[in-house]
């Protein structure tokens, strides 16, 4: 069964909304980080504010690790509404999302990431099918924003990987455990 891998970037106070506001600081660890995700993500799950977010960046972006691999994997939208701009490789998703991630987790593949997309990471944690969470918590406290954990059930995390960045963002990999 393929995992689902949730990748989020996150202030110490835990907040997630707009990572550009207080991710200040990018080093080689952390390049190496995200190259090390990526690897093994065949399949990306985004919420349609990312998607909006994202659609208008990265296809000309040439931000590496990055740029090249969203811009060419599968990626599966939830949405309410089909959005009018059309991003390369990209199948919009209409109605019960974690039923379509519980199927999709059945069919054969490599990791299916989540990137960004507060609400979607919420709402597939709840849904028990988010498998691993890598964490990625700079040292600012960002005071306000959406947080990733607001309105989460309880999850007991399994710590398989951590590590200090040079510029002091603490890498944190976490199996979500099973029941």
Not at 52 to 80: H, L, R
Not at 107 to 121: A, N, T, W
């Amino acid at each position: 069964m393929r995992k689902v891998v949730a990748f989020e970037w996150l202030s110490l106070d835990g907040v997630a909304e707009d990572p550009d506001a207080f991710m200040t600081s990018w080093d080689e660890v952390m390049d190496e980080h995200l190259a090390q995700v990526i690897s093994s993500q065949d399949t990306v799950l985004l919420g349609h504010r990312t998607y909006d977010d994202w659609a208008a960046f990265w296809p000309s972006s040439d931000i590496e690790p990055f740029a090249m691999f969203i811009n060419g994997v599968e990626k599966f939208v939830a949405v309410s509404t089909v959005p009018a701009s059309d991003w390369g490789n990209v199948t919009f998703v209409e109605g019960d999302f974690a039923a379509f991630v519980a199927e999709l987790k059945q069919r054969p593949g490599g990791d299916i990431g989540v990137h960004g997309s507060i609400e979607l990471v919420q709402s597939l944690l709840k849904a028990k099918l988010v498998d691993e969470l890598r964490l990625v918590v700079t040292p600012v406290v960002q005071g306000g924003g959406r947080r990733l954990f607001e309105e989460t059930p309880t999850l007991q995390l399994i710590l398989t990987r951590h590590e200090v960045s040079p510029s002091g963002s603490l890498l944190l990999d976490y199996l979500v455990a099973t029941e």
